[in-house]
């Protein structure tokens, strides 16, 4: 089984940054193929943040394009998401997900989610 942990979420004022992390860990994986963050804010659907591939190709939501930048670091299996001009919109729990390969065949692997309040 493959465990993500996340961390990095808070309270934070409009037109502030945070920096969210993802860390994957278990046994028995072959590789991690995309990575990426979700988010589900009060009262609203869970919506696609921002993914990346293996090989570093990036992919965001329009409402985060230019604010928001998704990165891996490969050899510690973590993916990042640096959220700059913070507005109050981006309010939610986010979630990381990695798709892994196991030896069994390909799943989906999900964070425990991190809350990140934007508020004056």
């Known amino acids: 089984q493959v465990q993500l942990v996340e961390s990095g979420g808070g309270l934070v004022q409009p037109g502030g940054s945070l920096r969210l992390s993802c860390a994957a860990s278990?046994?028995?994986?072959?590789?991690?193929?995309?990575m990426g963050w979700y988010r589900r804010a009060p009262g609203k659907q869970r919506e696609l943040v921002a993914t990346?591939?293996?090989?570093?190709?990036?992919n965001y939501a329009d409402s985060v394009k230019g604010r928001f930048t998704i990165s891996r670091n490969n050899a510690k299996n973590t993916v990042y998401l640096e959220m700059d001009s913070l507005n109050t919109e981006d309010t939610a729990v986010y979630y990381c997900?990695?798709?892994?390969?196991?030896?069994?065949?390909?799943?989906?692997?999900w964070g425990q989610g991190t809350l990140v309040t934007v508020s004056s």
């Open positions: 997900y990695a798709a892994v390969q196991l030896l069994g065949g390909a799943q989906t692997c």
């Open positions: 990346i591939t293996s090989g570093g190709t990036e």
């Open positions: 278990g046994r028995f994986f072959i590789r991690i193929n995309d």
